[in-house]
């Protein structure tokens, strides 16, 4: 039997929810708010987190992003609010699918069911996880060749995302800019190293909230640049 979470500060809904996913032969457990939700899913072993965005004490999107840090399991966000953008926020924190309030009780048992198919084809396919660097609110998807910044999906261009993820990937070492040259761009350009320079700013403008300050890429005076975990 299949064990759901769900984290929904609403009694009426979160009680709809789990008396329908119950009927359909599923075990529920309920959380009422941000903190006591959060520490449940990570302690506890679930197949499925059902998650409100709008919670006391810690946000769906935290909770998310936390969960998705620790946990490999769908996750699905319901919440009232219809905008775009917190569908995109939340679907770029990790999230499987994005229902929005409200929703009729017969749909959401339905993508629950197809959500843990889906898992449970991948795990018995053996299908491998994408390769992701995730640190401190930036999340690098190497397989997908994809950036985020705290959920925000940032385009980067082919150098700049082989350049961020060389560095990431090879965390507290100090490249020189030769090397950075070297290692990303070989021998398709003449050798004019100014370009790591060029190409270092156009990411910091893409990924750090404070390029005065920046807390990925560090500039180390007279050697080079390492990234900062």
């Not at 190293?193 to 920046?214: C, D, G, Q, S, Y």
Request: net charge negative; glycine share 6%; hydrophobic share 40%.
């Amino acid at each position: 039997m299949s064990k759901i979470l769900i984290i929904e500060d609403e009694t009426s809904i979160a009680e709809l929810e789990r008396d329908y996913l119950e009927l359909s032969g599923f075990e529920v457990v309920m959380e009422n708010d941000g903190a006591s939700g959060l520490a449940r899913a990570l302690q506890e072993d679930f197949d499925l987190l059902l998650l409100d965005l709008m919670l006391p004490g810690v946000d769906g999107f935290e909770i998310c992003r936390q969960v998705r840090d620790k946990k490999n399991m769908p996750i699905l966000m319901v919440s009232a609010k219809k905008d775009d953008i917190d569908k995109i926020r939340g679907l770029g924190m990790g999230a499987d699918d994005y229902i929005t309030k409200p929703f009729s009780p017969s749909e959401l048992v339905a993508r629950v069911k197809a959500h843990l198919a889906r898992y449970d084809r991948l795990v018995s396919a053996g299908v491998p996880e994408n390769d992701v660097i995730e640190v401190r609110g930036l999340k690098i998807d190497k397989t997908a060749r994809r950036v985020w910044v705290n959920g925000e999906e940032k385009q980067l261009t082919t150098k700049e995302f082989d350049l961020l993820t060389f560095l990431a990937q090879n965390p507290n070492h100090v490249f020189t800019k030769d090397e950075l040259f070297e290692n990303i761009w070989g021998m398709e350009s003449v050798g004019d190293i100014a370009t790591v320079t060029v190409h270092i700013k156009k990411i910091r403008e893409k990924i750090e909230i404070n390029t005065a300050k920046p807390q990925y890429i560090e500039t180390i005076w007279g050697v080079g640049y390492r990234f900062k975990v």
